[in-house]
């Protein structure tokens, strides 16, 4: 069985399920950076990638397993969200003449 090389922005499933993301692949320090989906960081040698179980995956339809977001985030933003001083696009024409 051919062993994949690490390729960045390619993601990754471990054999106890993590999935993790190639970010960096440094020759010259023989180390491979990978970001798990939780955010984690981890660092391995070039020489342990071959000795790894992984499976190649599609990139995970949630993306938001890695960045520090709460669920209320994700709401739209309502009408009445609007800054103070905010000016509807056409507002700013009265101010010009």
Partial sequence: M????PTIGRWYRR????????????????????????????EIDLDTWPQLL??????????????????????PRQADDQPSGYLESLDSIDTLE
Avoid at 2 to 5: D, H, L, R, S
């Fill in 2 to 5: 051919a062993v994949e090389y």
């Fill in 15 to 42: 054999s106890n399920g993590s999935l993790f993301e190639i970010v960096a692949v440094d020759l010259e320090d023989g180390t491979i950076e990978m970001q798990y989906f939780d955010g984690t960081i981890d």
């Fill in 54 to 75: 992984l499976e190649s995956v599609g990139a995970p339809e949630d993306w938001s397993g890695s960045v520090d977001m709460d669920p209320e985030d994700f709401s």
